[in-house]
């Protein structure tokens, strides 16, 4: 029904994503803009944009934006970014005040490894842990069918556990962090590294982007595709540390299935199969215990856009306030903690 649509927003460091969404999970239309990224008023400006372009089409219940950083328990503030320029950002009470919609922010991972398990490659398991793999790494749990959010909102935040101590600075501040070693930004870093430095592979580089200033992660993610050998080995090694640090989060939380999701995870199983090996070598209690099976997600770049929508408009429906006082543990589809039924696959 039309009164069912929600409006989601992914806010990353590069884009800002929007589309409509059904209650099905269906993205019936989408937009894109650059993030203004040292400018928080011109992303709550953009993310308005976006919203009232829709709401000119589509009768819109409610919007979900999913934000890469760290969301307070109320949902209703950024309070870090480490890729954007929200500090303490009221980004909620800003865009009811712009759109005259209910509005819901998390964070841009939770968005994602919630449309995973309601619509995705997690349906019907308990116990999910979703790792994104884009310019640095998010993480969602899903935790006995709620989306676990921790005390003060800021559970998740696995690209930031420190995993070679004084190693790559990361934005965070902190220096070893995971991101630096297994995300997009690394196989960037490498690939600009080697055009500047003229190595063997900067020509295939350049080529496979088409301008040695355009040459970026996506590129070598590219280039790997054809087995060109330099370029399956960085994408390799980024598996190898994604593998390390499944490993580390399973001896914490057990899940069942990790889900890969994230722009690199397109690299396919060029970069999974590596991650499985060697989660399976760094596995606390290996031979002795069940493996969480690693799976890349299932709905691709509108993973975030459309968890985000869906959030937005469950909590609508229970006819909460705007202002939501988000719970720990973080929403459930019903009362009882029921999980939805599978949907047939297309």
Not at 156 to 184: I, K, L, T
């Amino acid at each position: 029904m039309p009164d069912r649509l929600a409006v989601g927003v992914d806010v990353g460091g590069t884009k800002i994503a929007a589309g409509v969404v059904d209650e099905d999970g269906r993205v019936l239309a989408r937009a894109r803009r650059r993030t203004p990224t040292t400018d928080p008023a011109a992303v709550l400006e953009a993310i308005a944009s976006l919203v009232q372009e829709f709401a000119e089409s589509y009768h819109v219940r409610a919007v979900g934006v999913g934000a890469a950083g760290y969301v307070d328990v109320t949902g209703s503030t950024v309070v870090f970014s480490p890729h954007l320029a929200w500090r303490n950002e009221p980004l909620r009470d800003a865009l009811v005040r712009r759109t005259r919609l209910p509005v819901l922010v998390d964070n841009d991972a939770n968005a994602a490894g919630w449309a995973e398990w309601r619509f995705g490659a997690a349906q019907n398991e308990p116990d999910v842990v979703l790792v994104n793999l884009g310019t640095g790494i998010g993480g969602a749990m899903v935790l006995d069918g709620r989306l676990y959010r921790g005390s003060s909102g800021m559970a998740g935040e696995f690209g930031h556990q420190r995993v070679v101590e004084d190693g790559v600075p990361c934005e965070c501040g902190n220096r070893g962090c995971w991101e630096q070693y297994a995300s997009g930004r690394v196989l960037e870093r490498r690939a600009r590294a080697a055009v500047v430095e003229q190595a063997p592979i900067a020509r295939d580089l350049v080529a496979t982007a088409g301008a040695a200033e355009l040459v970026d992660g996506v590129t070598v993610g590219r280039l790997a595709a054809t087995g060109h050998p330099q370029a399956v080995a960085w994408v390799a090694d980024v598996g190898r540390w994604l593998g390390i640090g499944l490993a580390n989060l399973a001896a914490a939380l057990d899940p069942g299935v990790f889900v890969i999701g994230g722009g690199v995870s397109t690299n396919g199983e060029v970069l999974l199969e590596p991650t499985r090996r060697a989660f399976a070598a760094h596995l606390t209690g290996r031979g002795y215990r069940s493996e969480a099976r690693i799976v890349a997600a299932h709905l691709g770049q509108d993973a975030g856009l459309v968890g985000a929508a869906d959030l937005a408009r469950l909590r609508a429906r229970r006819r909460r306030p705007a202002s939501p006082g988000y719970s720990a543990r973080g929403p459930a589809v019903a009362r009882s903690g029921r999980r939805p039924r599978r949907r047939p696959r297309r």
